[in-house]
């Protein structure tokens, strides 16, 4: 069973995947992560971050298993990971190492932006999980303080739009809801109500 959940910068996607997949025992992949890593090693090895042939290659070197959580979570580097982002070859140096996740055999759950629409078009059960931007500028401000840093919400909102805008917006592989996901809209649910709300509909494809 693959189950794939896409949507915007803070709308609840990522803590829903990780429940998700202790709850049905399977692997998780955020990959998120992936291009956060690729933005990370350019930073560190002084590229630009629309160096295409130096994205690449940072992405062929990536391994999955090491990808640090904590280390590739600022706010800062989700800002980089949304402009490496946009660069196709790149997008597609890392296609086959997420096809290849999801899978395996036991089946796996995947998020991010395009994985509904172009990664796993055949997943079983896709999620687009969204949140208002005042909502989702909220809780990315919360994360950000309870990790010590500073953060001023209006700069954080500013930075979510644009971030949405430039996912949305890329020509290749966009972030868009896929005709066949489920819409959840968390802006008004608590964590627990929108993993019961998710449990329920991919119980339903189990029964099935
Ligand atoms: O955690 P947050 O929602 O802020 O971001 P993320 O999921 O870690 O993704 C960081 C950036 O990577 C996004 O803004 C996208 O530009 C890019 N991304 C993507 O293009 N495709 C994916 N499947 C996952 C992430």
């Given at each position: 069973m693959i189950i794939a959940l896409d949507g915007p910068a803070a709308s609840g996607k990522g803590t829903l995947a990780r429940r998700l997949a202790a709850h049905y025992g399977v692997p998780h992949l955020d990959t998120g992560l992936l291009y956060r890593g690729v933005a990370a090693a350019l930073i560190a090895s002084g590229h630009a971050l629309d160096d295409e042939m130096a994205g690449v290659a940072a992405a062929a070197a990536l391994d999955l298993s090491a990808l640090d959580r904590d280390r590739l979570s600022t706010h800062a580097i989700g800002e980089a990971a949304s402009r490496v982002a946009v660069l196709p070859a790149v997008r597609n140096a890392l296609l086959d190492a997420q096809r290849r996740f999801a899978s395996q055999p036991g089946g796996a759950v995947i998020d991010g932006?395009?994985?509904?629409?172009?990664?796993?078009?055949?997943?079983d059960v896709k999620f687009f999980v969204t949140a208002n931007l005042e909502e989702r500028a909220r809780r990315r401000t919360r994360e950000i303080r309870s990790r010590g840093q500073h953060a001023v919400i209006d700069d954080v909102r500013l930075d979510l739009e644009r971030r949405d805008a430039r996912d949305a917006e890329r020509?290749?592989?966009?972030m868009k809801m896929a005709d066949d996901a489920h819409l959840l809209?968390?802006?008004?649910?608590d964590i627990e109500t929108a993993f019961k709300r998710a449990v329920d509909i991919v119980d339903r494809f189990r029964d099935r």
């Open positions: 932006r395009d994985i509904g629409t172009f990664v796993c078009p055949q997943a020509a290749d592989a966009p809209d968390t802006t008004d649910l």
